[in-house]
């Protein structure tokens, strides 16, 4: 059972655009969802996390969209540049409570910005 | 903060032999992770850590798998018996507490022949 559904699997932009970048979750228990960019050879890195207690996040070009009742949340990246080609990852986990925080991550978005 | 420091960055094994990898967290860093990502998959939790308890395993850490983390610092992660399925990058993750986000190292890459 996958937990976090995410798409499109790949995505095109041209340079100056916006990608968009999709997730749909199961677990509402989960109250805590990053996401993370990984270039080739590389750990992930994150890049920017929601709590559900809000609707959006914005960190500078990135920008986190969030609806509780839908349980989608999605990632904006405004004035897309050849430098944020990679492949992103949305995720979840469960932050409340005495368990462990593994994060569950759906299976990728390898976006690649076109100069 | 030199980061999550992984060793070694790449291995390669026969089929049926032992491997063990390190992960050195980042110093403040109680809690540490294991993750396992194959290619074109996001990274499935393997094992954490708080200090040196072992506190939650994976339904895909089987009987071959076995990490440790003796003095609540570095980690290891040993893989016996090794099969081409074991065949992935192995994530190390740290982090302070669970409001902050995990640091992952870059990963040690094992192919199984």
């Known amino acids: 059972q996958q937990q976090v559904k995410q798409s499109p699997q790949s995505l095109i932009v041209q340079k100056g655009g916006i990608s968009i970048i999709n997730c749909a979750y199961e677990?509402?228990?989960?109250?805590?969802f990053p996401w993370y960019q990984q270039f080739p050879g590389k750990g992930p890195a994150l890049l920017i996390a929601i709590r559900p207690d809000v609707s959006e996040k914005k960190e500078g070009r990135f920008t986190i969209s969030f609806n509780k009742s839908a349980k989608q949340f999605s990632l904006h990246i405004m004035d897309s540049q050849p430098g944020d080609s990679a492949t992103y990852f949305c995720a979840a986990s469960i932050l409340s409570g005495g368990g462990a925080d593994g994060l569950t991550f759906g299976k990728g978005t390898h976006l690649i910005i076109q100069p | 903060d030199t980061g999550v420091s992984q060793d070694p960055r790449h291995k390669i094994t026969k089929r049926g032999q032992n491997v063990t990898f390190r992960c050195d967290p980042i110093?403040?860093?109680?809690?540490l992770y294991w993750y396992r990502q194959t290619l074109g998959q996001g990274p499935e939790f393997l094992t954490y850590?708080?200090?040196?308890?072992?506190?939650?395993k994976s339904r895909l850490l089987s009987d071959r798998f076995s990490a440790e983390r003796p003095k609540g610092s570095f980690s290891t992660l040993e893989i016996q018996r090794t099969e081409q399925g074991d065949s992935a990058m192995y994530l190390c993750?740290?982090?302070?507490?669970?409001?902050?986000?995990?640091?992952f190292g870059s990963g040690t890459r094992l192919t199984v022949v």
């Open positions: 110093s403040e860093h109680n809690r």
């Open positions: 993750a740290s982090s302070r507490n669970k409001e902050h986000g995990y640091t």
């Open positions: 850590f708080q200090n040196e308890a072992q506190l939650e």
């Open positions: 677990n509402t228990a989960f109250d805590y």
